[in-house]
């Protein structure tokens, strides 16, 4: 091979090498983590909310204008506005709840495993599901039941202080709180040790994300209690038949202005906005740092083909030279992508450096993770093929250069 | 000369006009994307305030429970009824307020007006002076309404005109809570960034959105309006059922301001909550150890973390480009001055000196982060339009001012500059002899 003389002569002309070399190990230790973040983000908004064919639910809330004075007229309006929503063309199952997966408002409580406990052995956001929540989101149930109509408590929060008897896990929570055995038949305790209230579980099911839907395992953590809360205000939700959600979301609207006098519509959201409201912010960055990523390899490759020309311009004479004492295309060729090689193997070893640095930084200024070591050699790899491609031009028109140019004066 | 160098280096741009293009937009690229993602970076760490930001306090007070207690926890950054009620009692500071978030519904009688959904706030009196909200029509409720607990109202301009239209409401009544509300003024459009008084619960986010409408707090709390935001019962919630238990709990619902006379009011402040602390620990209260924050707004913002960590992101990987771009606008510029060591040659045999040399083609270099500038403003204003297309949030925050305009020229200039000093210091040290020679 030719590398002693592609050594030798980078070494008489080090600048530009040193140039493209900086610019390589910049674009790596940018490039690795750019990708690691995006890639983290993307997944993040990827994760699964628990709910089947999220496309055909959606949420609406309504408030009276004045509320009903007895528990019992409030309950009797959150039935009326659920047969309502029920009676209309399109709908397939309603439930009456409180909040909506990543609805970005709702309960949190903690969960005690012993009433005595003074710090909770988690914390969960809290769903009220009496009828059909299972059905409505189509969740599965991986152990146990779903709730019969003996389950439903009915909770007045101006008469009664618990919140219900009976309830439901997610699948997440079932295993944080009993790591090796079965959650079901098991009691947990809302609230603190001064007033623990305690409930029974009576199934897991395998997913539903919180209000929230953290990107830590809290996001995961769920618990639906078969009790119907006198609120004032009330929160559907409703799935419909494939195709029908827009047409019933503004049905539903109108439906339940009239149901009941004085009646308001709070919000009325399918869980498609839901998603993207939530995930917007991560989604913008994720497509920021693509940019960013996608001009810095432009650039770089910029940066190597004009470099690569000045070279080759440089090197006319030689290139005849060599030519002309018997070296074929190839070998020229050759000669300018191992040189470039060299240069971007360089980078990239100090670009591996630098790229670990700023993951640092970036761990303990912005509390990211620890980046992976695939996502070095994917950038490693990247630029080692963009740094060929880039070369592959200015070496091609190096080796056309002809014999002759040898024989001339300048 | 210096005119002179400037014309050659605009002339020298037609030269090579591949490499210059490359160079011209590579500056260009780097300095639209450091600059869009520093423009958002820099609206949302503004102060929104200035004159006043270190005389404007938030309490906070560590009421949670002994257990669970770990050294330097923070203190929760709201409060509970009854420390809010004994601060706006306690007379200190010029000014204080407690504020939460009230939802209602509004009948407004019209046929064509259907009953609807209104968000505001319940603060004390002093609030709209504290922040200086400015009034379209009339002004403030009494302080002899707010001792009363009266149903008066200061609406925004914007419900004032979906329910008035343009003229003054002054005096009229609305239909809210079972109720008749008299309306003590209008307050004009008031969009403070950061939105900095209603930080936590705020509708629309640290950045957007705007309240409905403005009630006296104790009125509030006497039609047992429910808080509408976040409430943090920590350890044990109310121990008796109902509006009333929550009001004597340990739950946070509260938000409170103290206005200082001065910045040094701080310290003081800070004392006198400690000690009022110390008075609620003999009533049972506060079992933990004394934790008291008060923070001003600049350092309240910083610790509700109002600038969000994917802006610095953006930023700190924006200028990781445009530092890339740099090396590479150093090569390219490395290579434009290289072909024309002829022309060094000449002009040194012809008597100018390394320093002449050295002028000449910085200047080039600069005229380079001039036109990389211009272009890199468009492209500036090209990305802070993606950026607010994200959300209504966006929008507000990516906007550009004199300063970041300005700052954008000169950035790139500089970035020029910096990027011209290898090749130009290059350029100097040809050796016209044999420049010559070889021509």
Excluded at chain 1, 16 to 40: K, M
Excluded at chain 1, 101 to 124: F, V, Y
Excluded at chain 1, 284 to 298: D, G, R, S, Y
Aim: glycine share 10%.
């Amino acid at each position: 091979m030719e590398l002693r003389p592609i050594l030798s002569s980078l070494l008489r002309n080090k600048t530009g090498a040193l140039l493209i070399a900086a610019q390589v190990a910049l674009s790596l230790a940018i490039v690795a983590n750019a990708l690691y973040i995006i890639r983290d983000r993307l997944a993040l908004t990827a994760r699964p909310s628990g709910v089947a064919e999220e496309n055909n639910v959606f949420r609406i809330s309504v408030g009276p204008l004045k509320a009903p004075e007895t528990a019992e007229g409030k309950i009797a309006n959150q039935q009326r506005n659920a047969d309502v929503l029920r009676a209309l063309p399109g709908v397939s199952s309603v439930a009456w709840t409180n909040q909506a997966p990543l609805g970005r408002s709702g309960w949190n409580m903690g969960l005690n495993l012993d009433p005595k406990q003074t710090e909770s052995s988690a914390n969960s956001s809290l769903y009220f599901g009496p009828d059909s929540l299972v059905k409505t989101y189509g969740l599965k149930i991986i152990e146990g039941r779903d709730f019969t109509a003996d389950d439903v408590q009915l909770i007045d929060p101006e008469t009664t202080k618990g919140l219900g008897r009976y309830g439901m896990v997610s699948q997440a929570l079932a295993k944080k709180l009993f790591p090796t055995g079965s959650a079901v038949g098991k009691t947990l305790y809302l609230g603190g040790a001064s007033d623990p209230q305690p409930f029974q579980i009576v199934g897991v099911v395998e997913r539903l994300q919180s209000p929230w839907a953290q990107s830590s395992e809290v996001g995961e953590f769920s618990v639906i209690l078969a009790s119907r809360w006198a609120d004032t205000y009330s929160m559907y939700a409703v799935r419909t038949e494939p195709g029908q959600r827009d047409r019933v979301m503004k049905e539903a609207e109108a439906a339940l202005l009239k149901a009941i006098p004085g009646q308001m519509v709070v919000n009325n959201k399918s869980l498609e906005e839901d998603r993207d409201d939530i995930y917007r912010d991560d989604r913008a960055l994720a497509w920021m740092l693509i940019t960013v990523t996608v001009l810095l390899l432009l650039v770089t490759a910029s940066g190597i083909v004009g470099m690569a020309t000045l070279w080759v311009n440089q090197r006319r004479k030689q290139i005849g030279v060599r030519r002309a004492l018997g070296a074929r295309r190839f070998d020229i060729l050759r000669y300018f992508i191992t040189e470039n090689l060299v240069i971007t193997s360089g980078g990239i070893v100090a670009g591996l450096l630098l790229a670990v640095a700023l993951n640092q930084l970036l761990v303990s200024q912005l509390e990211l993770t620890k980046l992976p070591i695939g996502y070095l050699a994917v950038g490693s790899l990247v630029l080692w093929l963009i740094g060929v491609l880039a070369v592959y031009g200015p070496a091609w028109r190096a080796s056309s250069i002809s014999p002759a140019i040898a024989t001339r004066s300048a | 000369m210096f005119r002179y160098y400037f014309d050659l280096g605009l002339r020298s741009l037609r030269r090579n006009p591949v490499l210059t293009a490359l160079m011209v937009l590579t500056l260009a690229v780097g300095v639209a994307a450091s600059m869009a993602t520093f423009t958002v970076l820099y609206v949302m760490s503004g102060d929104p305030i200035p004159h006043k930001s270190d005389r404007l306090f938030v309490p906070r007070l560590d009421n949670a429970p002994l257990a669970g207690y770990a050294e330097g926890d923070e203190p929760s950054d709201q409060m509970t009824y009854i420390d809010a009620s004994n601060l706006l009692a306690s007379g200190q500071g010029v000014r204080r307020t407690a504020v939460y978030g009230v939802g209602s519904g509004i009948d407004s009688g019209r046929p064509d007006l259907p009953p609807f959904q209104v968000q505001g706030v319940a603060p004390t009196r002093d609030f709209f002076e504290m922040f200086e909200v400015p009034f379209l029509h009339g002004g403030p409720w009494s302080a002899s309404d707010e001792a009363a607990r009266n149903d008066v109202i200061v609406l925004g301009r914007e419900l004032s005109e979906k329910l008035f239209g343009s003229t003054s409401p002054v005096g009229k009544r609305i239909r809210m809570e079972g109720a008749e509300w008299q309306i003590a003024g209008v307050i004009d459009t008031w969009k403070p960034l950061p939105r900095y008084y209603r930080l936590i619960n705020g509708n629309g986010g640290s950045f957007t959105g705007a309240d409905e409408f403005f009630i006296p707090f104790q009125t509030a709390v006497s039609h047992e309006m429910g808080n509408s935001g976040n409430n943090n019962c920590s350890g044990e919630g109310p121990k008796e059922p109902g509006y009333q238990g929550w009001l004597k709990s340990e739950c946070d619902w509260i938000q409170f301001w103290f206005e200082g006379k001065t910045a040094s009011d701080q310290a003081r402040l800070k004392e006198f909550l400690a000690a009022y602390v110390t008075d609620q620990k003999k009533l049972g209260r506060y079992p933990r150890p004394i934790n008291v924050r008060l923070e001003n707004v600049m350092e309240w913002m910083q610790h509700l973390g109002v600038v969000s960590k994917d802006a610095k992101l953006s930023t700190w990987l924006a200028f990781g480009f445009l530092l890339v771009c740099l090396v590479n606008t150093v090569g390219l510029l490395l290579a434009k001055f290289s072909a024309r060591a002829g022309e060094v040659g000449v002009r040194r045999a012809l008597g100018a000196t390394k320093r002449e040399i050295f002028h000449q083609y910085l200047t080039e270099a600069a005229v380079v982060g001039v036109v990389g500038g211009l272009l890199g403003l468009l492209l500036s204003f090209g990305g802070l339009w993606l950026i607010s297309l994200q959300s209504e949030e966006m929008a507000t925050v990516a906007r550009m001012d004199w300063a970041m305009l300005a700052l954008t020229l000169s950035l790139s200039i500089v970035a020029s500059i910096l990027a011209g000093l290898l090749p130009t210091w290059r350029a100097c040290q040809v050796t016209p002899a044999l420049q010559l020679k070889t021509q």
